[in-house]
C-alpha cells in the first residue's frame, strides 16, 4: 500500500509563490513504474487534475496552471514536488498527491490509486 504525505502548504497573497512536497513509501514495484500527481479540491467543487509526471519526467499541466506551476519528482528520494509561481485567488484548494502504476502521465482523479490527506493553500486578494 503506496503511502503519501503532502508538506508545505500555507497561506499567501495573490502574485506569491509556494512550494508543495509529497514523500512517498512502501512503493509495490519500482517508484518508477508509477506515474505521480497533484491534484486540488475548492469547497463546493469537483477534484481537479493540476499537474502530472511520469517516470521518464513527462508532464502534463491543467491549462489553469500551465506556465504558473511546475512538477517534479526525485526518484531517489521517492518525493514528488509542486513549485507554484503568480498564484490567484482561484488556486486556493486543498492540494493532494497521488499516484498509479502506469507508464504514462494521466491527469483523471478515476484513475489514480493512492492519495495523501491533502495540504491546504489559501491565496488571498
Known amino acids: 500500500q503506496v503511502e503519501l504525505v503532502e508538506s508545505g502548504g500555507g497561506s499567501v497573497q495573490a502574485g506569491g509563490s509556494l512550494g508543495l512536497s509529497c514523500e512517498a513509501s512502501k512503493f509495490v514495484g519500482p517508484s518508477t513504474s508509477y506515474c505521480m500527481a497533484w491534484f486540488r479540491q475548492a469547497p463546493g467543487k469537483e477534484r481537479e487534475g493540476v499537474a502530472s509526471?511520469?517516470?521518464?519526467?513527462?508532464?502534463i499541466y491543467a491549462p489553469s496552471v500551465k506556465g504558473r506551476f511546475t512538477i517534479a519528482r526525485d526518484g531517489a528520494k521517492d518525493t514528488l514536488y509542486l513549485q507554484m509561481t503568480s498564484l490567484k485567488p482561484e488556486d486556493t484548494a486543498m492540494y493532494y498527491c497521488?499516484?498509479?502504476?502506469?507508464?504514462?502521465?494521466?491527469?483523471?482523479?478515476?484513475?489514480?490509486?493512492?492519495w495523501g490527506q491533502g495540504t491546504q493553500v489559501t491565496v488571498s486578494s
Open positions: 497521488a499516484a498509479v502504476q502506469s507508464p504514462v502521465a494521466i491527469l483523471d482523479p478515476t484513475w489514480f490509486s493512492y
Open positions: 509526471i511520469d517516470r521518464e519526467h513527462k508532464t
